[in-house]
């Protein structure tokens, strides 16, 4: 059964106003199958995973732009990005014959932002729009309407409610389509052959890393620490490479959106701040897969619980924003060096709504104490949440704060 995706009046939005759109993503996650149901009856469709043509693309960009004239949806664009520059004639050419025709003429897919987003910059530069689309977001899978997550304006409040059994039932299956209805061993196969595919095709194909199996303990590591402090040293000490390397290989795994990194929050007022970002895993069933949790009842019961509990709500609220077509959403994380601490800073306007999320069905005042600090730094700050497993919305007493249910995320 398809799911109707949120990004979708967003896109058909951009084409009407585009020459092009970019549809950016990790492998899986349903880009094509999007495009494809949304292209209208005439649009030719071509897929550079084909060897045949991502050759000819190659040799010869210009006859196959000829060959596959628009409207065209072409698939893995990063394989060839050269075909950027081909494209940009053929939209400024039509834009000076008949600019009002000059929309939504190539549709395009990327599994990989690094090798293309240089060139889309520079040869697509106000031609093109650019969207991305993540795993399958909770609302989707509740066929409920997507809007950003704000504290005290904008959350779930209807259907789709679960409990944390479900949680960590979705939390270890993971939000790629392909997993929505598998077997334990069906998801094992999948995540085995996505990390097959991924290092092989796009990490050896596309970058200039050598040592897969060095890159593979790299990936396990940064798993290990989802939601956590940014450590390089760390990381590179795991899988055996320099610090420079660790460097460049996280770089890779945050342009492929396997990885996310949560900025903190700096303000001119303190020199006490940690400017260390947060690491954090955007699916986690995949997290999961790396860490070797071989079902969700030892996954709940186990010592990184809270940590991709944590996780999974992020890459929720991350899903709200991108799924509106905002692709930056100013989201940060507060922490300073008397370890005081909030989760998730979320800034709307000129208001800072903080977040704390724990995995527990009691919340306590306590649990959000450090929420006091944004007064002493002069923001203007809006109502707090606490994401929890309580069943019920309820307010903390004498807190400006609300405990929410984590299914309403």
């Known amino acids: 059964m398809y799911i109707t995706r949120h990004l979708t009046e967003v896109i058909q939005a951009g084409s009407r106003f585009f020459?092009?759109?970019?549809?950016?993503?990790?492998?899986?996650?349903?880009?094509?199958?999007?495009?494809?149901?949304?292209?209208?009856?005439?649009?030719?469709?071509?897929?550079?995973?084909?060897?045949?043509?991502?050759?000819?693309?190659?040799?010869?960009?210009?006859?196959?732009?000829?060959?596959?004239?628009?409207?065209?949806?072409?698939?893995?664009?990063?394989?060839v990005p050269e075909l950027l520059n081909f494209i940009k004639i053929v939209i400024d050419e039509q834009r000076f014959r008949s600019p009002g025709e000059a929309k939504g003429m190539y549709w395009l897919t990327g599994s990989q932002r690094f090798p293309l987003m240089k060139g889309v910059s520079e040869s697509l530069a106000g031609r093109i729009g650019v969207f991305e689309l993540s795993g399958l977001s909770q609302t989707e899978l509740a066929g409920e309407p997507n809007v950003p997550f704000i504290p005290d304006k904008h959350f779930r409040t209807s259907a789709g409610r679960f409990d944390t059994e479900e949680l960590f039932r979705r939390i270890w299956r993971g939000c790629y389509p392909e997993v929505l209805n598998a077997t334990p061993q069906e998801r094992e196969f999948f995540y085995s052959s996505y990390i097959n595919t991924y290092l092989e095709r796009d990490i050896r194909n596309l970058t200039k890393v050598h040592d897969l199996d060095k890159f593979y303990k790299f990936l396990c590591s940064c798993a290990a620490r989802t939601a956590q402090l940014l450590n390089n040293s760390e990381?590179?000490?795991?899988?055996?490479?320099?610090?420079?390397?660790?460097?460049?290989?996280?770089?890779?795994?945050?342009?492929?959106?396997?990885?996310?990194?949560?900025?903190?929050?700096?303000?001119?007022?303190?020199?006490?701040?940690?400017?260390?970002?947060?690491?954090?895993?955007?699916?986690?069933?995949?997290c999961s897969y790396l860490t070797r949790w071989p079902t969700p009842e030892t996954l709940e019961s186990g010592a990184m619980n809270g940590c991709i509990f944590e996780t999974w709500c992020v890459s929720e609220i991350l899903k709200s924003y991108w799924n509106a077509g905002t692709e930056r959403p100013t989201l940060y994380f507060y922490r300073d060096k008397d370890q005081r601490e909030i989760d998730l800073l979320i800034e709307s306007g000129n208001e800072f709504y903080p977040v704390e999320f724990k995995k527990s069905s009691t919340p306590k005042k306590d649990d959000v104490r450090h929420f006091s600090v944004l007064e002493r730094l002069n923001l203007k700050t809006g109502k707090g949440v606490l994401v929890c497993t309580c069943p019920e919305i309820e307010p903390l007493p004498g807190k400006n704060v609300d405990c929410i249910p984590v299914s309403l995320i």
């Not at 349903?30 to 469709?45: D, H, I």
């Not at 550079?48 to 196959?64: G, H, I, T, V």
């Open 19 to 79: 020459p092009a759109i970019l549809l950016t993503g990790p492998r899986q996650v349903g880009k094509t199958t999007l495009l494809r149901r949304l292209a209208e009856p005439g649009r030719k469709y071509v897929t550079l995973d084909d060897s045949n043509l991502r050759l000819l693309a190659k040799e010869d960009p210009r006859a196959f732009i000829e060959r596959f004239s628009p409207p065209v949806l072409i698939d893995e664009i990063q394989y």
């Open 235 to 286: 990381l590179a000490r795991d899988a055996g490479i320099d610090v420079k390397t660790a460097e460049s290989w996280l770089s890779i795994l945050t342009s492929s959106r396997i990885a996310y990194l949560l900025p903190p929050y700096a303000s001119s007022l303190t020199t006490r701040l940690i400017k260390t970002p947060k690491l954090y895993m955007l699916d986690t069933g995949l």
